[in-house]
């Protein structure tokens, strides 16, 4: 299935019908849908798509001549193999002289594995060759970390070079739900919160059937997570040893990290308690799963100085690795004894809607960020969340009108009440001076509002959001 990214895919094809030469930089993390979009975007044109792997340089070139020969028509290609890159970037700008040829290098990590100049033999083409004909040359990559430090950085030879760069990132809860259109809008939500919004993850649990059990939201999911999480074969089950062999160089110490992170570590001076380290070292590792966005670090909306806050917490902001942290690795041994329907009705039935309520919150902010025209008044600048002393506010808005929006999200299986509004006002009112002016209240909730609620919410002009209009 092919969801959404119809920006990116509008993005590509307005560089496509500039003309002139472009060198375009994508990448994001395995998994999230980049061969998909170039797919996608070279369906219709002149196009070489190839995909690297963990080969010898001469084994690539072998099978890129291969390639081009489906795609140029020219008796020449019939009868040669490109011998070196800078001969094969040559041979492609000059079928690019006078008719646009897009030429995709996919998971160019692994052509730079054997061959580390690449770049600078790159650049050198780029400015002898390259951006004197019509070639749109696509390098792609999955490992986020070399991408940005040996393409994208400054000291990297093909700095300056690129026209366009793009960090493919994962799709939003809304479109995520596009995977499972037999589902109820809850159900959707908690696949997300699950998966996050990884479309190969999002596809491989698209394709069980639904459980009949309909009562009983959790039981839908009990034959995906125990085939696809819960088993050794399972296409998931490891996926996060994966993800981490291949972006860091001590994956057991970053993850060590996300185990406590995910186990309700949340502070620096905490974090380090647990895994054993000094703290300084904990803030260089806790920073490098930042840049990889593997964890997020969030201070309260209202504070002026969020990087020297002594308020900031640490979560994990990928769902799938969440849940992994969460529920798998504390109980592998047991799944990799064969247990994995106990794991399922002891350890994550009964804690799955307990897991959802902090997703749940999350969920609601992107709502308010991404989806706000659809229902709410008032354009946010920022949208998070306030605490400290005693106070919790689910969701804070600073308005370009001035305006704030002041929210709570409930995950229950009962219907939201007035008792709940009521305390969400009080609590505005103890928030700094400045973000108490205009305030305007939104409910969120899983399970539907109580009626008294409803009437009220229409005099007094409070929002109220269900999970059918997260949709």
Not at 221 to 227: A, L, N, Q, S
Request: proline fraction near 4%.
């Amino acid at each position: 299935m092919f969801i959404n990214r119809h920006q990116e895919l509008a993005a590509l094809n307005r560089m496509f019908q500039s003309g002139i030469a472009e060198l375009f930089v994508l990448y994001g993390r395995r998994r999230v849908g980049k061969t998909e979009l170039l797919l996608q975007f070279c369906k219709d044109k002149r196009s070489i798509y190839f995909t690297a792997s963990q080969l010898k340089e001469g084994d690539h070139l072998r099978q890129l001549t291969e390639t081009a020969r489906h795609v140029i028509n020219d008796p020449l290609l019939q009868s040669l193999v490109f011998d070196d890159w800078e001969s094969a970037l040559i041979y492609f700008a000059q079928q690019a002289q006078k008719e646009r040829l897009v030429l995709v290098l996919d998971e160019f990590q692994y052509l730079c594995d054997d061959n580390a100049a690449l770049p600078s033999l790159i650049q050198r083409f780029w400015d002898l060759h390259g951006k004197n004909s019509k070639i749109f040359l696509i390098l792609c990559g999955s490992q986020v970390s070399f991408m940005e430090r040996e393409v994208l950085a400054e000291r990297s030879p093909l700095y300056g070079r690129r026209t366009g760069q793009l960090q493919l990132m994962p799709l939003s809860y809304r479109d995520s739900g596009h995977f499972f259109s037999e589902y109820a809008a809850k159900e959707k939500l908690i696949a997300y919160g699950i998966l996050g919004g990884i479309p190969a993850y999002l596809n491989r649990f698209a394709l069980h059937s639904l459980d009949l059990s309909r009562d009983i939201p959790q039981k839908i999911f009990e034959r995906p997570i125990t085939t696809e999480l819960l088993t050794p074969q399972g296409y998931l089950f490891d996926e996060v040893n994966f993800l981490l062999h291949m972006e860091l160089r001590e994956p057991r110490a970053y993850a060590s990290l996300l185990h406590v992170i995910a186990g309700g570590a949340t502070r620096l001076n905490e974090i380090s308690q647990r895994v054993g380290l000094r703290p300084t070292d904990t803030s260089k590792y806790l920073s490098v799963l930042r840049e990889l966005r593997l964890i997020k670090r969030e201070t309260p909306i209202t504070e002026r100085a969020p990087q020297k806050s002594r308020k900031g917490l640490y979560k994990i902001a990928d769902n799938y690795v969440k849940f992994w942290f969460r529920f798998v690795l504390p109980n592998r041994s047991l799944i990799e004894s064969g247990n994995a329907d106990l794991v399922y009705e002891e350890m994550i039935a009964p804690n799955l809607s307990h897991y959802m309520g902090a997703i749940f919150e999350d969920i609601c902010r992107q709502y308010i960020s991404l989806y706000w025209g659809e229902k709410l008044k008032g354009t946010p600048k920022r949208v998070g969340a306030h605490w400290g002393s005693g106070l919790e506010i689910d969701v804070l808005t600073e308005n370009v009108d001035g305006s704030h929006w002041f929210g709570e999200c409930k995950w229950w299986d009962t219907p939201v009440g007035e008792n709940v509004l009521n305390r969400l006002i009080e609590n505005a009112t103890k928030v700094p001076d400045r973000w108490k002016q205009n305030p305007r209240y939104i409910l969120f909730s899983a399970h539907g509002f109580t009626d008294a609620l409803r009437q009220r919410a229409e005099k007094e002009e409070v929002f109220l959001v269900d999970t059918n209009d997260l949709f």
